[in-house]
């Protein structure tokens, strides 16, 4: 009982608190920026119009400006629920395609990022070379470089999946190689010391003792990795007028004013983000539990 008690007390109520917050914070704006809409209208039609008829209203618009929660909630349903997962209407289509982006530009980003953190730690012409190169990539603003990435392999005949993986992959890269190259020199000096005094080898070390001491680092990396490909996945879809996929979703709801459409996608690739850092949160939990770490 005082255990359940201190959960709801300690963690449940201030979340609800926060959501709580949020809504009520949330609803003033609806009332705020659709109300000039629904005044103009009145305005038009000749009709006096109460303030209580203006809330209603502006919780209603087909089109609002901001929309409503519950009609958020109502666009996820029928796009998630009603609609059969093959059909182009349906989110979840579209989240597929946006997800199966997000994962091959993940892999190829987490292996890329392993190989060159390794050599920058193994390697000090690359660590004085190759690091600095590196982080000045990620000064490169990523609605610059997509269109480019783009034209580029469509001029070589490479469409689909693949470009907008190499996008992810130039986001995700960055904070695998940042991490793993502060896991991998994370051992003390004393440790790397009494391996030599033990005569072990260049990968005896790695493996045995850099390699594990990089697991937190790594998994830490993972998360923001896995988001931001999401995010390069997304990015990816818009400058190719792409027709599946939650940034073709943003477009479509972009050109034809469809507000309720666009944030129903912007909540499902934020639910979608949330599950796979989860993923990742969990292989992490599983990872530290075989190395014998305690939480």
């Keep these: 009982m005082g255990t359940t008690s201190s959960f709801v007390r300690d963690r449940l109520f201030p979340v ?27 305005a038009r039609a000749g009709e006096e119009i109460s303030f209580g008829q203006i809330m209603e209203r502006t919780f209603a618009q087909e089109r609002p400006v ?13 796009t998630t629920v009603n609609k059969a997962v093959t059909s182009k209407r349906s989110l979840v289509y579209h989240a597929w395609i946006t997800l199966s982006a997000t994962l091959l530009g993940f892999g190829i980003g987490t292996a890329l990022g392993i190989l060159l953190a390794i050599g920058i730690v193994h390697n000090r012409a690359m660590d004085r070379s190759l690091m600095p190169w590196v982080i000045a990539s990620q000064t490169i603003p990523i609605l610059a470089v997509a269109p480019m990435i783009i034209v580029v392999l469509n001029a070589i005949g490479i469409s689909g999946v693949l470009p907008k993986a190499l996008i992810s992959t130039y986001l995700s ?3 695998i190689v940042v991490g793993m190259v502060k896991g991998l020199r994370s051992p003390d000096i004393i440790l790397l010391d009494l391996m030599h005094t033990y005569h072990a080898s260049p990968s005896q070390i790695f493996w045995k003792l850099r390699w594990p001491s990089s697991m937190p680092y ?28 939650l940034g073709a979703r943003l477009l479509s ?26 993923i990742v949160g969990m292989a992490h939990a599983q990872v530290l539990k075989r190395m014998g770490v305690k939480p």
């Excluded at 709801?253 to 639910?271: E, K």
């Design 16 to 42: 609800l608190t926060v959501i709580a917050v949020i809504l009520v914070i949330w609803h003033l704006f609806v009332i705020y920026l659709n109300a000039p809409f629904v005044r103009d209208q009145a």
């Design 66 to 78: 901001l929309p409503a929660p519950h009609q958020i909630i109502a666009e996820l349903w029928d």
């Design 173 to 175: 890269f960055f904070p």
């Design 218 to 245: 790594l998994f830490t990396s993972l998360k923001v990795a896995i988001a931001i490909s999401l995010v390069g996945a997304i990015v990816g879809e818009l400058p190719t007028g792409a027709v599946a996929g």
């Design 253 to 278: 709801g972009s050109y034809y004013g469809q507000t309720i459409q666009i944030w129903a996608a912007l909540f499902m690739a934020a639910g979608l983000a949330a599950i796979l850092v989860s």
